[in-house]
């Protein structure tokens, strides 16, 4: 069973939160989908829909520590050049969260996409968090 749990937070101007609960926490990532996108199941996975090529996609996912111990992130890797993504805070206090913030640049793509983001941790059980961007870029 996995030792983290994964929602997603979602800041694309929608209101309202959106959760998929799991027994055994260690880190959260909560969420909220905008209202006129639906999202899967899988709460680690953000859908941008569709977006010019050229543009600029960006979203924000909230990580909580919902331990009782500190958890460090560490790196955070893309699966591309075109993807870049950080963290606002590193180091999390128990109850505390953080933005880690991520943008795809859709210049040179076209039809489906999918990217990934990868969330270090000091968590010895699971020490990554894969975190999903897809969509379509039309012409």
């Not at 639906?38 to 569709?50: A, I, L, M, V, Y």
């Not at 331990?67 to 790196?75: E, F, L, M, W, Y």
């Not at 210049?107 to 020490?127: C, L, R």
Request: glycine fraction near 8%.
């Amino acid at each position: 069973m996995r030792a983290i749990a994964i929602l997603v937070f979602f800041f694309c101007g929608a209101a309202g939160t959106w959760a998929q609960p799991v027994t055994e926490s260690f880190l959260e990532v909560v969420g909220q989908p905008p209202a006129e996108q639906p999202q899967e199941n899988d709460p680690s996975t953000w859908d941008f829909g569709r977006a010019r090529e050229g543009d600029v996609v960006k979203h924000d996912f909230d990580i909580a520590n919902r331990t009782d111990k500190t958890v460090t992130i560490g790196a955070i890797t893309t699966s591309c050049g075109c993807t870049a993504s950080a963290a606002q805070k590193k180091v999390l206090q128990p109850g505390e969260s953080t933005k880690v913030n991520v943008s795809f640049k859709t210049k040179k793509y076209k039809g489906a996409v999918t990217q990934f983001v990868y969330v270090t941790t000091d968590n010895p059980e699971e020490s990554v968090i894969k975190l999903t961007l897809k969509g379509e870029v039309i012409p």
